[in-house]
């Protein structure tokens, strides 16, 4: 049996060249080091996503004065069409005036009276929205309706500089497609609203 000599110093270089090798394959260049870094930067500026960001809400659509308008179906009870509307007297001028509606007697909002828009008359064409809440119930005069359409919360964008005053007050939010969403709630709870509190006695 012939017992051969060990090599060591030749197993050792190899053993070197070897765990060069391997540390190599996971080092970077300073330019692949400065793209991680960034990236790493950039991820952790990026803030939280919002919380509503996959919120959706229904909204009615409806025209007004050539406008898009929108507001929340959780505040519409129905719509009517406008016929035999009855003047109040002594009730501000966006009070279109009164219906009845099943035996109870509703007053009829005329918003573009409300946000100062130009009007373009009554028609039989014209439709009543009626909210409801707030322990508060009126109509909303509406050119047409449009349909219904589902609205992410994330979509919703600041108002335009042309929406200013009362309208910016009563404005939920701007969608990519140049809907005002109204804020049902705002308009419910408003006290200016609520036509007894206007009647003069």
Request: some cysteine; charged content about 25%; overall charge neutral.
């Amino acid at each position: 049996m012939q017992t051969g000599t060990v090599d060591w110093e030749a197993i050792r270089r190899r053993l070197e060249k070897t765990t060069a090798a391997v540390s190599q394959g996971f080092e970077h260049t300073p330019e692949e080091t400065g793209r991680i870094l960034t990236a790493r930067a950039r991820a952790a500026a990026r803030p939280p996503a919002k919380p509503d960001d996959t919120e959706r809400f229904e909204v009615l659509v409806f025209s007004l004065a050539g406008e898009t308008y929108g507001v929340e179906t959780r505040h519409v009870r129905m719509v009517c069409k406008l016929k035999d509307l009855t003047a109040l007297p002594c009730t501000p001028p966006f009070i279109a005036g009164a219906i009845n509606l099943r035996g109870h007697v509703l007053a009829v909002v005329d918003l573009r009276k409300f946000f100062e828009l130009p009007s373009r008359g009554l028609s039989e064409l014209n439709r009543i929205i009626v909210l409801e809440g707030n322990e508060n119930e009126f109509g909303l005069l509406a050119d047409s309706i449009e349909g219904l359409r589902l609205v992410a919360a994330s979509q919703l964008q600041d108002g335009l500089p042309t929406l200013t005053g009362i309208r910016e007050r009563f404005l939920k939010g701007i969608t990519g497609g140049m809907m005002a969403v109204l804020d049902g709630e705002r308009l419910l709870a408003d006290t200016g609203l609520k036509v007894n509190d206007q009647v003069s006695k």
